[in-house]
């Protein structure tokens, strides 16, 4: 059984930094991309962060570029996402994705994570 569990989210202020962890079991970790998509209330989901399996292809949804930092330890079945200069606006149930027939960037991807609350302050 598949399993993405994500951690590291909370309440912050506004300009500051989390880091959201995803621990993945259950399946073959190395040869998946790895993502994180995000969805704040009333919204659609949105893209956030993808690395490829080797992590040599890394992209971002454009309204985190340069705030976000998304890299995996494969050593330790592990993705995560850093996150700076937060403003209100990143508010959002944060979700860790594993794809490998579909694409975190497009909310296709095979798997899914329960979600992390982040919640940030003004």
């Known amino acids: 059984q598949v399993q993405l569990v994500e951690s590291g989210g909370g309440l912050v202020q506004a300009g500051g930094s989390l880091r959201l962890s995803c621990a993945a079991s259950?399946?073959?970790?190395?040869?998946?991309?790895m993502g994180w998509s995000r969805q704040a209330p009333g919204k659609e989901r949105e893209f956030v962060a993808a690395?490829?399996?080797?992590?040599?292809?890394?992209f971002y949804g454009d309204s985190v570029k340069g705030r976000a930092t998304i890299v995996r330890d494969n050593a330790k079945n592990t993705a995560y996402l850093q996150m700076n200069s937060l403003k209100p606006e990143d508010t959002a149930v944060y979700y860790c994705a594993a794809a490998k027939f579909g694409a975190v960037e497009t909310g296709t991807a095979d798997y899914w994570g329960q979600g992390t609350q982040v919640t940030v302050s003004s």
């Open positions: 690395i490829s399996w080797s992590g040599s292809n890394i």
């Open positions: 259950g399946l073959p970790f190395s040869m998946y991309a």
